[in-house]
């Protein structure tokens, strides 16, 4: 079987998954909901803007334009943390079905059935991104309309809602590799959960801001919400924008390479 062949395959299993259709069901519902609430705290918020171009938040006057881009990073992520559930849910379906012995058998390859996967489970969760770009472009149209309508062209716009796509396909395949190395759906979601417990407590963070800072959760928090100029409205951030993306990037390739590795070593069951 081709490479292209493989992949439509993979795809193919991805879209007639119940389960997938279920979970994407919720992502996107949630979603709507964030993006929602985002608009109506930051309209609420644009009542005591001022000639400068600040707004009052948390008792103290906040830079409203860059409260505006950290809006729309933050209308992503919230959403973006249920997604380890789809790839939990595409990768444990090899192991729950007994599946996995059936796919070898079509494409003998392990290295090709596992990059097809992944390839397959970029697709899909790129279309939910797609419909998560068109929510959070409305939502910025709707915030600005009567403000600065302008500001919906700026770069900072696209950069946020791009690093927010990338943060939903990265978690997305960081937790398929994770499903794929346990062998089991279960513990794929609770890896995750316990990387966004991590990161939600500020267990580490409290203490060791450093280490902290290369948790994939928290890496994807430093680069999705923080503006360099506006203050901390909750918890500090552990590093740069750019570090956390590399750092997020650091974790998708290292777990899909080990996940690779065991399963070519590994017998299929």
């Given at each position: 079987m081709?490479r292209?062949?493989t992949?439509r395959s993979?795809?193919?299993?991805?879209?007639?998954?119940?389960?997938?259709w279920i979970?994407?069901f919720?992502?996107?519902a949630?979603?709507?909901f964030f993006h929602y609430?985002s608009a109506?705290?930051?309209l609420?918020?644009l009542?005591?803007?001022?000639e400068?171009?600040?707004?009052?938040e948390?008792?103290?006057?906040?830079n409203a334009e860059?409260?505006?881009?950290s809006t729309?990073?933050?209308?992503?992520f919230?959403?973006?943390?249920?997604?380890?559930?789809?790839?939990a849910?595409?990768?444990?379906?090899e192991?729950?079905t007994?599946?996995?012995?059936?796919s070898?058998?079509?494409?003998p390859?392990?290295?090709?059935?596992?990059i097809?996967k992944i390839i397959?489970t970029?697709?899909?969760?790129?279309?939910?991104?797609?419909?998560?770009t068109?929510?959070s472009?409305?939502?910025?149209?709707?915030?600005?309309?009567?403000w600065?309508?302008?500001f919906?062209?700026?770069?900072q716009v696209?950069?946020?809602i791009?690093?927010?796509i990338?943060?939903l396909?990265?978690?997305?395949?960081?937790t398929?590799?994770?499903t794929l190395?346990?062998?089991?759906t279960?513990?794929?979601i609770?890896?995750?959960g316990?990387?966004?417990?991590?990161?939600?407590?500020?267990?580490?963070?409290?203490f060791?801001p450093a280490v902290?800072?290369w948790?994939?959760?928290s890496?994807a928090r430093?680069?999705?919400?923080q503006?360099?100029?506006?203050?901390?409205?909750g918890?500090?951030?552990?590093?740069?924008n750019?570090?956390g993306?590399?750092v997020?990037?650091?974790?998708?390739?290292?777990?899909l390479i080990i996940?690779l590795?065991?399963?070519?070593?590994?017998?299929?069951?």
């Amino acid at each position: 079987m081709n490479r292209m062949a493989t992949i439509r395959s993979e795809f193919t299993k991805i879209i007639t998954l119940r389960s997938v259709w279920i979970i994407t069901f919720i992502l996107l519902a949630v979603g709507l909901f964030f993006h929602y609430q985002s608009a109506v705290g930051f309209l609420e918020s644009l009542k005591s803007i001022d000639e400068n171009g600040m707004h009052w938040e948390y008792r103290r006057p906040i830079n409203a334009e860059l409260d505006f881009y950290s809006t729309i990073g933050t209308a992503i992520f919230n959403p973006g943390i249920l997604f380890p559930l789809l790839g939990a849910t595409i990768a444990g379906a090899e192991f729950r079905t007994g599946q996995l012995g059936v796919s070898l058998l079509a494409v003998p390859s392990r290295t090709q059935m596992v990059i097809s996967k992944i390839i397959a489970t970029i697709i899909y969760t790129l279309g939910i991104g797609i419909t998560y770009t068109i929510m959070s472009l409305i939502t910025a149209y709707f915030m600005i309309k009567d403000w600065r309508p302008e500001f919906l062209w700026s770069p900072q716009v696209y950069i946020k809602i791009s690093g927010g796509i990338f943060f939903l396909v990265a978690i997305t395949l960081i937790t398929l590799g994770f499903t794929l190395i346990t062998r089991r759906t279960l513990l794929g979601i609770l890896i995750m959960g316990g990387f966004i417990g991590v990161t939600m407590s500020q267990a580490i963070a409290s203490f060791a801001p450093a280490v902290d800072a290369w948790t994939p959760i928290s890496a994807a928090r430093n680069l999705l919400l923080q503006e360099a100029q506006l203050p901390d409205m909750g918890p500090l951030f552990s590093s740069s924008n750019l570090m956390g993306g590399m750092v997020l990037m650091l974790w998708l390739i290292g777990v899909l390479i080990i996940s690779l590795i065991l399963l070519k070593r590994r017998d299929a069951r």
